[in-house]
């Protein structure tokens, strides 16, 4: 069974940092869309930051470029969010998600699974952590 776990939420005080984690077993996810989505409260899901793992190639929503950071540790099978500057805004529940599906087109590879992302075509998910950031 193919599973996704996160870890490395908490809370911190606006401008610090967290570096958040997504473990994958059962599979390893080359060749594949990844990304990290949150949900704040009374809010919907929404896509932060993707990566296609075959090039590396990662794409940021805007209100987080310059202070977030996604990547993928192979060696250690985990996919990592790195979150510096936090802001009160960030406060939410974060998922990561992950497919390995053959159809993504290569522009959208190019632009790290953007387009994939952008349709809730991800069919693995974890359960999500919280990150609260206090003003």
């Known amino acids: 069974q193919v599973r996704l776990e996160e870890f490395g939420g908490g809370s911190v005080e606006a401008g610090g940092s967290l570096r958040l984690s997504c473990a994958s077993s059962?599979?390893?996810?080359?060749?594949?869309?990844m990304g990290w989505f949150r949900q704040g409260p009374g809010k919907e899901r929404v896509v932060v930051a993707t990566?296609?793992?075959?090039?590396?190639?990662?794409w940021y929503t805007d209100s987080v470029k310059g202070r977030f950071t996604i990547s993928r540790d192979g060696a250690e099978n985990l996919l990592v969010l790195q979150m510096n500057d936090l802001k009160p805004e960030d406060t939410a529940m974060y998922y990561c998600a992950a497919d390995d599906r053959s159809d993504v087109s290569f522009d959208d590879k190019r632009m790290g699974c953007r387009t994939f992302a952008s349709g809730s075509n991800f069919r693995v998910w974890g359960h999500g952590t919280q990150v609260s950031v206090s003003s």
């Open positions: 990566i296609y793992t075959g090039i590396e190639t990662t």
């Open positions: 059962g599979y390893t996810f080359r060749q594949s869309c």
